[in-house]
């Protein structure tokens, strides 16, 4: 799970590259007054009208003497279709018809326009922008770099979408697709190696589970909660560890699909399933990691019922929020438009930010509150849980607060999104204003979903947490998260004053980027950077793992010799 959130990251950084480069390429870099790009047509004629009338250019000596006075070689001629003669200056009126297309965007003649302007309005009032025209040659160069870019947002984004919200859709399409040659014999081709690797499990012959893990890629009905068991044996048999841990967890899973197997086979020979949802049921428990078989694996494989196996359900039991967070989308809506309403009467004077966040939370958190009592009265009223249902309180209640903080960051995020009208003339200059906006709701929202992956993960596979997930997976994410939220708020509804505003704005993106390069490299700089002492360590970890196998060996062969 935290290599999804990883992978989010990655395509928002591709995303803004693209999309930034893209409006930045378009807009911004080519040569424009006030978002007026130079040459684009009628909005540009009135520019140029506009900045003739203000420099007081009326006819073609003016022209000259401007272009003089600012020692340019130019001269009318160069500019204008033809040159207007016998004009005083003051009862005329040059206009951007007389210009050549060439004259008109000209950008040496523009520059010294705009300070003749400039003089007389008022420094500052007029600014040419960018650096390139918008059919020179440069522009014709960087044009293809899109192509190259949007080919690298989808190139991740397919695989992403299809990993995010399709894999448990297809995983499902492919299990009925292949549900008859199942029945007729795949089935009882898993169990039959389900039982024999097993017995080996039992007796903890290390090489004949080893041989039957090569073997394991032969079979064709191979469910997540048998491929998560499989996973867990081959982390085992690469330590050299001991195997016999797995053998009673093996049990169930063999139970579970021959509990799977009859199922089918009554519905074979009836016709039809004796279960409200049938095929979609058998297809989640096939492929879904939060399954009830796959939770009932971990249930066998754990050593006792304490906070631990709480933890673990919980970690299982997750993956299910989401198609309750679908479910619960119509009724947040309809809640969300009456207390949204019943605020705004009641609440008239609010500013236009705080009225944003107000909106804003009142549908997201109404959301994942709805969400939140659906998901836990699944859990709590599940009577496989019946006599643990103390255990998983703690967890209940970490998992939803962060889910409860995740909704209210995306709130708060919104709120700078919400602050540039994208489709307002003009606001192409607040390209990266709008995209520093983004970024702060994808990268802060991604720390909290971190914080939740690691959880899962840790407890998915592990008994508990070591101190590297700790600090790297839960206390780093999370003083960066508070860091930026606080920053966030400061900027947005803190003193007023450009420059703290900066100082806030600053902060923020400082620690959400920070943090997530930190992240990119600190795994790589652990796992290669290995000091002397600390390879000593590693060898003597090995000698000592060897010995005790060694011993562990001559101590059964000796048990089976006086036998």
Not at 173 to 194: C, D, E, G, H, P
Not at 392 to 413: D, E, N, R
Not at 427 to 433: E, F, K, L
Not at 474 to 494: D, Q
Request: proline residues 2%; hydrophobic residues 50%.
């Amino acid at each position: 799970m935290r290599k999804t959130v990883r992978l989010v990251i990655l395509l928002l950084v591709v995303a803004v590259i693209y999309f930034g480069y893209s409006a930045w390429i378009d807009s911004v870099a080519i040569y424009n007054i006030g978002a007026v790009q130079l040459g684009s047509g009628t909005n540009w004629n009135k520019t140029l009208d506009e900045l003739l009338a203000v420099a007081g250019i009326t006819n073609s000596e003016g022209i000259n003497t401007m272009l003089q006075a600012a020692g340019s070689k130019l001269t009318a001629i160069d500019l204008l279709v033809a040159v207007p003669s016998g004009t005083e200056p003051g009862k005329g009126f040059l206009t951007s018809s007389a210009f050549t297309l060439g004259g008109a965007t000209n950008v040496e003649f523009i520059k010294i326009l705009i300070n003749a302007a400039n003089d007389k309005a008022g420094a500052g009032t007029y600014a040419l922008n960018g650096f390139m025209a918008a059919n020179s040659l440069l522009k014709t160069l960087l044009d293809p770099f899109k192509m190259i870019l949007v080919g690298g947002v989808f190139a991740m984004f397919v695989p992403l979408t299809k990993q995010l919200l399709f894999g448990t859709v297809i995983g499902m399409k492919a299990y009925m697709k292949n549900r008859q040659s199942n029945v007729l014999y795949n089935y009882q081709k898993t169990i039959s190696f389900t039982e024999g690797l097993q017995a080996k499990l039992a007796e903890g012959n290390f090489d004949a589970v080893k041989a039957d893990y090569a073997a394991y890629s032969g079979l064709a009905f191979k469910p997540e909660f048998l491929n998560i068991m499989m996973d867990e044996i081959c982390s085992v048999l690469i330590k050299e560890g001991d195997v016999t841990v797995f053998a009673e967890a093996a049990g169930v899973v063999t139970e579970s699909i021959k509990e799977m197997y009859e199922k089918e086979r009554r519905r074979s020979i009836n016709g039809r399933g004796d279960e409200l949802f049938f095929d979609l049921k058998r297809g989640y428990e096939y492929c879904a990691t939060g399954s009830k078989y796959s939770i009932a694996y971990h249930k066998a494989l754990q050593d006792k019922a304490d906070n631990n196996l709480g933890w673990k359900i919980y970690s299982l039991e997750i993956f299910k929020f989401n198609f309750f967070l679908v479910a619960m989308f119509i009724p947040a809506v309809i809640i969300s438009a009456f207390v949204g309403g019943l605020i705004n009467g009641l609440v008239s004077n609010l500013t236009g930010d705080v009225r944003t966040l107000a909106v804003a939370a009142t549908f997201f958190i109404s959301w994942v509150i709805l969400t939140i009592i659906a998901h836990s009265l699944m859990i709590f009223r599940n009577e496989q849980y019946k006599n643990i249902k103390n255990i998983l309180v703690k967890p209940a209640i970490i998992f939803y607060s962060l889910y409860v903080l995740t909704f209210i960051t995306i709130s708060a995020g919104i709120v700078g999104v919400s602050k540039v009208n994208i489709v307002a003339p003009g606001s192409s200059s607040q390209i990266w204003v709008w995209f520093s906006a983004v970024a702060y709701l994808v990268l802060s929202t991604s720390l909290i979903f971190y914080v939740i992956a690691t959880l899962v993960d840790s407890f998915k596979q592990h008994k508990t947490l070591s101190k590297k997930l700790l600090v790297d997976g839960i206390i780093l994410p999370m003083i960066a998260w508070t860091i930026a939220t606080v920053s966030n708020f400061m900027a947005l509804y803190g003193p007023d004053g450009h420059s703290l505003q900066s100082i806030f704005s600053a902060i923020n993106g400082v620690t959400l980027v920070g943090f997530w390069i930190y992240l990119s490299i600190s795994s790589f700089l652990i796992n290669n950077l290995i000091s002397p002492n600390m390879a000593r360590e590693l060898r003597k970890a090995v000698e000592a793992d060897a010995l005790k196998n060694v011993k562990a060996k001559k101590s059964t062969k000796s048990t089976k010799a006086t036998k």
